[in-house]
């Protein structure tokens, strides 16, 4: 599987194709990054993998990044800014870095996975050879 295999249907070998071809080099525009980031609320993404509680306005909970011996919750998710930091190691940033940081995955794949999510469309553009 590609890690920016397009969001598309059709066939195992068309997406292949298209992805190959012209899907990784294409840039996502701005205006979509952040529709996308409006429509994945941070608390929520990170609440899937990460047990927060509610500390004030903000959440926290324990660093999935670092080696923490004492268990202190050090991870802060912010609902009102969309970000989270670790003041233990200081890994932190918006959702996008979140998902890039969680699974392992590039700006790209992470900002397909959310956008999958959200149910929006990253590319509106497809090639007419394809039809
Ligand atoms: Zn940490």
Redesign the pocket.
């Known amino acids: 599987m590609f890690a920016c295999a397009p969001n598309l249907a059709g066939s195992a070998a068309r997406e292949t194709w298209w992805s190959q071809t012209n899907m990784c080099k294409r840039m996502i525009d701005s205006d979509t990054i952040k529709a996308i980031g409006e429509a994945n609320d941070i608390v929520k993404i990170i609440g899937q993998s990460l047990k927060l509680e509610r500390s004030g306005n903000n959440y926290k909970g324990l ?1 999935p ?2 080696e ?1 011996e004492d268990r202190a919750a ?2 802060y998710v912010s609902s009102q800014r969309q970000v989270f930091h ?1 003041f ?4 932190g940033g918006s959702v996008f870095r979140w998902v890039m940081m969680h699974d392992d995955l590039d700006f790209e794949a992470a900002t397909r996975k959310l956008a999958d999510r959200a149910g929006i469309a990253l590319w509106k553009a497809r090639p007419t050879a394809l039809g």
Request: proline letters at 0%; charged letters at 10%.
């Open positions: 660093c990044f670092h923490s050090t991870f670790c233990d190691c200081g890994a």
